[in-house]
């Protein structure tokens, strides 16, 4: 079949006089003399055995054939196009792309990120989310948030948070009398974030209470729909301080006891090892390090 395939110059000449009607102006766009446009058109018309076009003195029109051609060309061009940007594009043109736990973009990231534009209005940022770890080096994005302990093989990984938790109920629940001290959290349910080593049996060991189940109670995935739980009265959420300020502040959620735990686990601004790195990498980086310092207790 490869023989058969008329030459990429001489398809790229036809696209650019079917664009223009014009070999004058085909030849202006790609850098080339009006007689070689005209001389490989007339060559693609050899190989086809078909005419392309009728030429007037000072304009072309394109044949029915050239008219049913003409899109199929501009197609595997624009796939070849794609193609190349996938595998080969120019990383200095293309968006940075941050994955981070969706918790951590709204409650974390979000509420700072005007400063970034302030700072860096002309670097373009798309933000995914994700609620499980994936492997890091995947090409969909450049630097990505994690939590854990900051201990992964091959990988790049600076601290963003120094973490402390509390439980967090709905005002209601203390209105109510439905819990004034920790061993009231037996009569309540509690929330846990699936993904956190540390978290119930933590705290409650701390808080001295005995005789509860710490794994009981309810399950979910992100921090989000915990707080969520927890503000419509379901039960207790166990907070994060780095996630914790927005809820808190509007008065959704409040800390119904003074006993707060420091824990060794963070978020982590986590990125591949690799030399071809995103440009503009390295300015989000120092920015959001810069941001992770100032929010230090």
């Given at each position: 079949m490869a023989h058969k395939f008329p030459p990429l110059v001489w398809l790229r000449s036809f696209e650019a006089s079917a664009r223009h009607l014009s070999f004058t102006h085909a030849a202006k766009e790609l850098n080339l003399t009006q007689a070689a446009v005209s001389k490989q058109v007339k060559q693609l018309e050899f190989h086809l055995r078909q005419k392309l076009f009728i030429r007037h003195p000072r304009s072309l029109e394109m044949t029915k054939?050239?008219?049913?051609?003409?899109?199929?060309?501009?197609?595997?061009?624009?796939?070849?196009?794609?193609?190349?940007?996938?595998?080969?594009?120019?990383?200095?043109?293309?968006?940075?792309?941050?994955?981070?736990?969706?918790?951590?973009?709204?409650?974390?990231?979000?509420?700072?990120?005007?400063?970034?534009?302030?700072?860096?209005?002309?670097?373009?940022?798309?933000?995914?989310?994700?609620?499980?770890?994936?492997?890091?080096?995947?090409?969909?994005?450049?630097?990505?948030?994690?939590?854990?302990?900051?201990?992964?093989?091959?990988?790049?990984?600076?601290?963003?948070?120094?973490?402390?938790?509390?439980?967090?109920?709905?005002?209601?629940?203390?209105?109510?009398?439905?819990?004034?001290?920790?061993?009231?959290?037996?009569?309540?349910?509690?929330?846990?974030?699936?993904g956190y080593q540390e978290g119930w049996s933590t705290w409650l060991q701390v808080a001295g209470v005995e005789d509860i189940n710490e794994s009981g109670g309810l399950q979910v995935d992100t921090s989000l729909l915990a707080f969520e739980l927890a503000t419509s009265g379901v039960g207790v959420a166990l907070a994060r301080s780095s996630m914790m300020q927005h809820e808190v502040e509007n008065g959704r959620l409040i800390a119904p006891f003074d006993i707060t735990v420091p824990i060794e686990e963070a978020f982590y601004l986590v990125s591949a090892v690799a030399s071809d790195i995103h440009p503009h990498l390295e300015t989000f980086r120092s920015w959001i390090l810069a941001q992770a310092e100032s929010s230090k207790d």
């Amino acid at each position: 079949m490869a023989h058969k395939f008329p030459p990429l110059v001489w398809l790229r000449s036809f696209e650019a006089s079917a664009r223009h009607l014009s070999f004058t102006h085909a030849a202006k766009e790609l850098n080339l003399t009006q007689a070689a446009v005209s001389k490989q058109v007339k060559q693609l018309e050899f190989h086809l055995r078909q005419k392309l076009f009728i030429r007037h003195p000072r304009s072309l029109e394109m044949t029915k054939t050239a008219e049913s051609y003409l899109p199929k060309v501009q197609d595997s061009f624009e796939r070849l196009a794609a193609g190349t940007r996938e595998v080969f594009g120019s990383r200095r043109s293309e968006i940075l792309t941050i994955r981070a736990a969706v918790g951590f973009s709204v409650n974390w990231l979000a509420p700072r990120l005007p400063d970034f534009y302030t700072k860096h209005p002309d670097v373009p940022l798309r933000l995914v989310s994700s609620v499980w770890n994936e492997q890091v080096g995947n090409p969909s994005f450049d630097l990505d948030v994690r939590y854990g302990n900051g201990k992964w093989p091959e990988l790049n990984a600076d601290r963003l948070t120094w973490e402390s938790i509390t439980p967090l109920c709905s005002p209601v629940l203390l209105e109510t009398g439905q819990i004034s001290t920790p061993e009231d959290l037996i009569n309540n349910t509690l929330i846990h974030v699936l993904g956190y080593q540390e978290g119930w049996s933590t705290w409650l060991q701390v808080a001295g209470v005995e005789d509860i189940n710490e794994s009981g109670g309810l399950q979910v995935d992100t921090s989000l729909l915990a707080f969520e739980l927890a503000t419509s009265g379901v039960g207790v959420a166990l907070a994060r301080s780095s996630m914790m300020q927005h809820e808190v502040e509007n008065g959704r959620l409040i800390a119904p006891f003074d006993i707060t735990v420091p824990i060794e686990e963070a978020f982590y601004l986590v990125s591949a090892v690799a030399s071809d790195i995103h440009p503009h990498l390295e300015t989000f980086r120092s920015w959001i390090l810069a941001q992770a310092e100032s929010s230090k207790d």
